[in-house]
């Protein structure tokens, strides 16, 4: 039982996230993919997905982080982390011609994970 509900706040978190998910092939790439407040710091949350991601380049733009995914010449997903309250906002980018590379739903888990 306690298992379980270790797990409550990991399960509600990745519905959220499903929740402000994509709206289909005419969803507006000049709106966030994702958008969403964690409690983990900008430097745990990018530090997880540089494991989990190959292709991904960090770099530092005033008090934010912000990371590049993809290939070097088309990069697919930009996320900026910025400090709030001990915690991250964190907002992901995905340009409408971008490719597909990692696929949104490994993108999605994998934020979701780092997040948590």
């Known amino acids: 039982m306690k298992q379980l509900l270790l797990l409550a ?3 509600a978190a990745l519905a959220a996230l499903g929740a402000c998910g994509s ?7 000049s709106q966030p993919m994702m958008y969403f407040s964690s409690q983990r710091t900008p430097a745990y949350v990018a530090d997880c997905i540089e494991s ?4 991904v380049r960090a770099s530092n733009v005033g008090g934010a982080t912000e990371l590049a ?14 400090p709030m309250n001990g915690g991250s906002v964190i907002k992901v980018m ?10 949104e739903s490994e993108m999605r888990v994998d934020i979701a994970r780092c997040a948590t």
């Open 9 to 11: 706040p990991a399960v």
């Open 23 to 29: 709206s289909g092939p005419a969803r507006d790439a």
């Open 52 to 55: 989990r991601l190959s292709r």
């Open 69 to 82: 995914v993809g290939s070097d010449s088309n990069n697919s997903y930009f996320v900026t982390l910025t």
């Open 94 to 103: 995905h340009p409408a011609n971008a490719p597909d590379d990692p696929p």
